[in-house]
């Protein structure tokens, strides 16, 4: 089975603060990872996402994620956030015939 | 392209009784999930159909069920209601194939379902 693990729950930045927020998965074969996004008020909708390649992937609105696979890792970066990066953001993966598992998201929060 | 369409967008239920929320994917998608969200829990996966077939089922009790049309359309049943399954139900649709979706998934805006 697979598994999403996100570290952080509650964070906290300043607008131009750098932001990395982190997320483990645990899957015992090749996997298609995920980042999205819920904006207060709106859908879920997809930030970023690796499938295979260039392990440095680029999303929407400066978003980046790295994929580790020996550290079974999939962080989200931002060189300095804004306002309206104020967001819940998810972790997923899939892995084989698997569904998507999701973590249990983390809620950012920006302050101007 | 139309986006994914869910309906209701909110209702409000009395414990014991059952209710139906319906999907309309983005057309050409066959794929269609069902989450539910809950503050604390995040996206637990309910269920997956593709071509009228239940591909993946999550671990809910059996007074939840779904089905998906021909037409791609699904719609999702709890019945026997009980409070904890307040929630905000999310359905999401994928371009797949046979072998499988990507997991690249689509979000409606979700069903807000209260149980009192």
């Known amino acids: 089975a697979q598994s999403v693990s996100q570290h952080n729950h509650h964070v906290i930045l300043s607008e131009a603060a750098s932001l990395e927020l982190g997320c483990n998965y645990s899957y015992g074969g090749t996997v298609n990872l995920f980042w999205y996004v819920q904006y207060p008020g709106q859908h879920l909708q997809l930030l970023l996402k690796?499938?295979?390649?260039?392990?440095l992937v680029k999303g929407i609105k400066g978003f980046e994620a790295e994929f580790i696979k020996s550290k079974f890792s999939f962080n989200l970066r931002k060189p300095s956030v804004q306002w309206s990066d104020t967001a819940e953001y998810f972790c997923?993966?899939?892995?084989?015939?698997?569904?998507?598992?999701f973590g249990t998201g983390t809620k950012l929060q920006v302050i101007p | 392209k139309a986006g994914v369409t869910q309906t209701p967008r909110y209702l409000i239920k009395t414990r014991g009784q059952q209710v139906t929320l319906s999907c309309s994917p983005i057309?050409?998608?066959?794929?269609v999930s069902w989450y539910q969200q809950t503050p604390g829990q995040g996206l637990q996966f309910l269920f997956e159909?593709?071509?009228?077939?239940?591909?993946n089922k999550g671990n809910f009790p059996g007074r939840f069920s779904g089905r998906q049309f021909s037409n791609s359309r699904s719609e999702m049943n709890v019945s026997t209601l009980e409070l904890g399954d307040s929630a905000l139900y999310l359905c999401?649709?994928?371009?797949?194939?046979?072998?499988?979706?990507?997991?690249?998934?689509?979000f409606g805006e979700g069903s807000r379902l209260t149980v009192l």
């Open positions: 057309s050409g998608h066959r794929s």
């Open positions: 997923a993966v899939k892995g084989g015939y698997q569904k998507v598992t």
């Open positions: 159909y593709f071509s009228e077939t239940q591909r």
């Open positions: 690796y499938f295979s390649g260039d392990p």
């Open positions: 999401a649709s994928s371009l797949a194939k046979t072998g499988g979706n990507t997991g690249e998934l689509f």
